[in-house]
Each structure stands twice: as structure tokens, then as C-alpha cells.
């Protein structure tokens, strides 16, 4: 059974940092289209980072150059580094594996980003 | 970035009744390989989401046949033929083809 567990929200002031974890379990992370979806608070999905399989790792304009997805294929994990965070930057993190007919979500993990 | 636009955003539907939302795609959703990844995705309250539909008409594992799925190049719709209480959410268009995928509005499925 396909499962993802997100981890390591919370809040922190603008300019600060995170790392948010997502572990996957009946699959490969290191292998998977693996991405990160945030949703704030009463609005929409919208598509973070996209780990392809290829190898290659493509950002939102939004978090690009400020946030950087990573892989860990021993501990079969997904991470997000999140660096100079902004108050628009408050949402649920999902972790999503897979693009279409394979396509499973994490519960999400609440970043809040507030002085 | 291909804009996804949903209408209604609002739905209240009686139970039993059937529903329809549509998405316009800003572009067509068709990749070179032929494929269309035109998907539909469900969320409940406090839920995350949940992949109902995959590439326009094909319903994912576990997901009732009351609904369905069609479309072609821009316009793609979502249908459920007997409206049940457990519907009640919100539900999503998101385009796979291109990246950065992008998602529609949501419509808001609600009883009257």
C-alpha cells in the first residue's frame, strides 16, 4: 500500500528556514515522480516543485531560487529545504507521488510564516 | 502556464440528483505522446486530496462508478450521475502535460 507521512512544519518568522519531510512507504521515492503541492489557508492547490523522472527538478516561479527538493533513496525520503520564507509562503504542504493514474498524497504538514 | 477554469465555483446539488463541472484549459492538454493528462481530484473537509479521475476518463482504483469523466483538447468535464452525502467537498481539474501544472479554481459541491 502506497503511503506518504509529511513532517517538520511550523512556524517560523519571515526571512527564516525549514525543512519539511515527506517519507514514502510500497513505492520508491528515489524512482517516482515526486512532487510538493501547497494549499493556503481557504484557497487553492498550487504545484510547488516536481521531482521528475529524468533526474531533474522543476520549481514554481513563485519558490524558485528559494526553495530546493531533495531525495534521500536510503531512508526512501522526500525532502523540501524552504529558505526566506514570506508571509505568502503560509500553506499545507502536500508530498505527491506519481503524475496521473498513479497519483497519491500525503496528509500535508502547516507551515505558518508570521512575525 | 496553462490557466485551468472551472465553472460553476459554487454547486448545491439535492441528493440523488446528478452534478457537472466543467474545465477549460487555456491551451490544448494534449502531449506529444498522444496522451491527454487532463485528471480530477476530490477533496473532502480537512482531507488532502484524492485522485478520482486520470487522463480525462479513466476512474482511479476505488473511486465509485457514479463518476466520470470526458473532454478533448481544451474543454473536459466531470460527472457524477446520483449526487451522496459523502460528495460533499471540493473537487479540482489539474493539467499534467505541461509543467508547471496547474490546477482549476475547485468547485464547491455542496447539498442543497
Known amino acids: 500500500e502506497v503511503q506518504l507521512v509529511e513532517s517538520g512544519g511550523g512556524s517560523v518568522q519571515p526571512g527564516g528556514s525549514l525543512r519539511l519531510s515527506c517519507a514514502g512507504s510500497?513505492?520508491?521515492?528515489?524512482?517516482?515522480?515526486m512532487s510538493w503541492v501547497r494549499q493556503a489557508p481557504g484557497k487553492g492547490l498550487e504545484w510547488v516543485s516536481l521531482?521528475?523522472?529524468?533526474?531533474?527538478?522543476y520549481y514554481a516561479d513563485s519558490v524558485k531560487g528559494r526553495f530546493t527538493s531533495s531525495r534521500d533513496s536510503a531512508k526512501n525520503m522526500l525532502f523540501l529545504h524552504v529558505n526566506s520564507l514570506r508571509v505568502e509562503d503560509t500553506a499545507v504542504y502536500f508530498c505527491a507521488r506519481g503524475r496521473t493514474g498513479d497519483l497519491y498524497w500525503g496528509q500535508g504538514t502547516l507551515v505558518t510564516v508570521s512575525s | 502556464d496553462i490557466v485551468m477554469t472551472q465553472t460553476p465555483l459554487s454547486s448545491p446539488v439535492t441528493l440523488g440528483q446528478p452534478a457537472s463541472i466543467t474545465c477549460k484549459s487555456s491551451q490544448s492538454l494534449v502531449h506529444s505522446d498522444g496522451n491527454t493528462y487532463l485528471s480530477w481530484l476530490q477533496q473532502r473537509p480537512g482531507q488532502p486530496p484524492r485522485l478520482l479521475i486520470y487522463?480525462?476518463?479513466n476512474r482511479f482504483s476505488g473511486v465509485p462508478d457514479r463518476f466520470s469523466g470526458s473532454g478533448s483538447g481544451t474543454d473536459f468535464t466531470l460527472k457524477i450521475s446520483r449526487v451522496e452525502a459523502e460528495d460533499v467537498g471540493l473537487y479540482y481539474c489539474?493539467?499534467?502535460?505541461?509543467?508547471?501544472?496547474?490546477f482549476g479554481q475547485g468547485t464547491k459541491l455542496e447539498i442543497k
Open positions: 510500497g513505492f520508491t521515492v528515489s524512482t517516482d515522480y
Open positions: 489539474m493539467q499534467v502535460t505541461q509543467f508547471p501544472f496547474t
Open positions: 487522463k480525462v476518463s
Open positions: 521531482g521528475h523522472t529524468n533526474g531533474n527538478t
